[in-house]
């Protein structure tokens, strides 16, 4: 059974840095992509940033050049550094474990989620 356990979220004032990290466990973690969505008050869940098996990346424009998702394959962790962060950033941020190696911007590729963790940003 896959789990993702999160941490690291917070309060930040604007333009500040926060760092979220997910651990998985239960799937041969390098071969597959991992993900982060976030999802703020009244909102639809909205993609934020992808890393390939092989190490591949994309990201929502919004976050692009703000934001860096990384993955350490002997930790089974995948990261996601956030700096010069906006109020707009504000929402709870999910982990998402991918369906295969590859894995774009719909939910649909990714089958397991994190219990999400709050991340705000002070104006």
């Known amino acids: 059974q896959v789990q993702l356990v999160e941490s690291g979220g917070g309060l930040v004032q604007a333009g500040g840095s926060l760092r979220l990290s997910c651990a998985a466990s239960g799937r041969t973690f390098s071969n597959y992509a991992m993900g982060w969505f976030r999802q703020a008050p009244g909102k639809e869940r909205e993609f934020v940033a992808t890393?390939?098996?092989?190490?591949?990346?994309g990201y929502a424009d919004s976050v692009k050049g703000r934001f860096t998702i990384s993955r350490d394959n002997a930790k089974n962790t995948v990261y996601l550094q956030m700096n010069s962060l906006k109020p707009e950033d504000t929402a709870v941020y999910y982990c998402?474990?991918?369906?295969?190696?590859?894995?774009?911007?719909?939910?649909?590729?990714?089958?397991?989620w994190g219990q999400g963790t709050q991340v705000t940003v002070s104006s």
């Open positions: 890393i390939w098996s092989g190490g591949s990346t």
């Open positions: 998402a474990h991918g369906i295969r190696g590859y894995s774009n911007d719909r939910v649909r590729d990714y089958d397991v």
